[in-house]
């Protein structure tokens, strides 16, 4: 049963006609600027917010820390573990014996490994491997993550970091995004006072994260040593 009309306004029921003297409903002008999804706007402040920042101040509260790597690393890898596993993919967690501690911000670093394996997981078809390895040096620490299955061609690796880019054709999951993921990546690693590299060939698709084992940090002395 049609619903009865608010008061004052024409109401045709199953009529594709206007009733008699209403309106032409007209469809709304196109918005010049669109609004952003959500995650899109977000992920866009994040990045203005980390534009300029130093270290001392690039997560709040958040004062640089010793990490122990060796007992960080297995809790952050944990859940794209179970998220690969139930992709079907293979996960490789890497750690050698004794790997050093390094003096960072263990909340920035977490955004960014967080973002290169959720990426991984996206890209990376069912079968084959992702993978996170880390490799301590007298003076930085390596931190690749890998995933095989998907090459990207040398013409786009050139712009992975740019804001809004996205690889064409290369989700095999077809869950899309935003496009500002590796540009946040870019930031949060400056932040860090380290460098992101990315080389894809044969297959093979790899993001090695170089870090000083201890961050430069503005205003204040050496770092104490982290106990034993």
């Known amino acids: ?21 209403a309106r032409p409903v007209l469809p709304p002008r196109p ?6 999804p959500d995650t899109q706007h977000l992920e866009l402040q994040q990045l203005e917010m980390l534009k300029g920042l130093r270290p001392a101040n690039a997560n709040g509260s958040q004062q640089p820390c010793w990490l122990e790597l060796q007992e960080w690393l297995p809790q952050i ?15 490789s967690l890497g750690i050698p014996p004794g790997l050093s501690a390094i003096f960072t911000l263990p909340g920035v670093l977490k955004s960014v490994l967080a973002e290169l ?18 490799t301590c040096h ?27 880019y996205r690889v064409p054709s290369a989700d095999p999951w077809r869950q899309g995004g935003t496009g500002l993921g590796l540009a946040l990546v870019r930031q949060r ?22 870090l ?5 940090v503005f205003g204040q002395g050496k770092p104490a040593q982290p106990r034993v």
């Open 77 to 91: 890898a944990e859940p794209f573990a179970q998220e690969a596993h139930s992709r079907h993919q293979r996960f």
């Open 189 to 210: 690693v400056s932040l860090l006072q380290g460098s992101i590299h990315l080389n894809s060939e044969a297959n093979h698709t790899c993001f090695t994260l170089r």
């Open 212 to 216: 000083p084992r201890v961050l430069p």
């Open 1 to 21: 049963m049609a619903q009865p009309a608010p008061s004052g306004i024409p109401f045709a029921a199953n009529s594709g006609d206007p009733a008699p003297g």
């Open 117 to 134: 394996l959720k990426n991984a997981c996206k890209f990376t078809p069912a079968g084959h491997l992702i993978s996170l390895q880390a």
């Open 138 to 164: 007298s003076d930085h620490l390596d931190i690749q993550v890998l995933n095989t299955g998907v090459t990207i061609p040398l013409e786009e690796q050139k712009r992975v970091f740019e804001k809004f």
């Open 31 to 36: 918005l010049s600027n669109p609004p952003l």
